[in-house]
């Protein structure tokens, strides 16, 4: 990916390439001042040379060095490397759940808070002892005001069977739609049992399925259906987009999405990784991601403009309502509720 300025960032060779380099490319590395960042490529890569690289990173001598991918292959890189004495990468962009994972196998260095100064400013559901939240939002109800006489405020609106095939469900959002059943039918982020006749009552009176979500995105585009659940800040996106849809905070809850950073345990430079872990909480950074890509910062000292605020953010009272996901109960019983969800729901 060529990126703003291309001359200074490269994108890394994966695999078994990147391991026969191993040693000479990360002397090299450490010489320069250059930090390597596990990430996903696309416009979250250029945001974070844009927001975060090129102001705070660049004039302090640091060179950023991406190697981009989907996060299973980069998660699986990291477990191959996991008996290497320095792995490929310094930092890894990661979502909560997964980050938990990697800590779980080992893979993550548990981190000196004294090294990351601005991480006193960080929310503290956002802290973690292997890992820093860089972004958030919460899983929200969006819904076509002009096909629903009443507004929704509440996930047991939403998947009330009377709606029938108003409802829309994303296959791939299958984990948080099942917490998000779950809390509606009275259960937790650690109890979805209760979601389940729910949501076999709703897929019998007509609820659509959709792959992904693009697909649901296009159904509430052409007012095939009227609602269902999706993150508030790809909500903003898709009414950027002229999707006509307004989005609610669930009386029972808002489950968070929570995207940022690890360093592994063997990362060849860990001064530039506490390097990075800081500059990605600079109050400016997290500004920027908010206008750029709809998600919350993650600091309190972060000061989006109040237009912003207001269409990504969530009122003094819904924060309130704001719930982290229990990783471990989720990462214990995936498998199952795959299963559950694939022959029981979807066959």
Sequence with gaps: MSGPFPLRRRTLLGGAAALALGAPQF????????????????DYSRLLAKNIEKPFLEPKGWDVVKDEANDPPRRAKMLAEKTLRRGTSDVQGLSAANMYEANEQGLLEQLDYSKIPLAKNLMPMMKYPYGIGQIYSGKVILYNPKLLSTPPTSFAETFDPKMGS????????????????????????????????????CKKAGARI??????????????????????????????????PIETAAAKEGVPMYISGFAMPKNAPDKPGAYAYLNAMLEPAAQEAFAVDMGYNPTVTNA??????????????????????????????????????????FKG
């Design 303 to 344: 000061n989006v403009p109040a237009d912003v605020q207001k269409r990504i953010g969530f009122t003094p009272e819904e924060q309130k309502r704001l719930v982290d996901l229990d990783y471990g109960y989720l990462a214990k019983n995936d498998v199952a509720f795959q299963e559950w969800w694939n022959k029981s």
């Design 210 to 243: 959709y792959p992904s979500n693009e697909a649901f995105a296009q159904a509430m585009k052409t007012e095939e259906i009227a609602i269902g659940i999706m993150w508030k800040a790809r909500a903003v996106q898709w009414q950027n987009a002229g999707i």
């Design 166 to 201: 108003k409802l829309g469900i994303i296959d791939i959002q299958y984990q948080y739609t099942l917490v998000a059943a779950g809390m509606a039918g009275g259960g937790s982020p650690s109890n979805i049992e209760p979601g389940k006749a729910l949501l076999l009552a």
């Design 27 to 42: 002397a090299r590395a450490q010489d320069n001042k250059r930090i390597v960042v596990g990430t996903w490529g696309g």
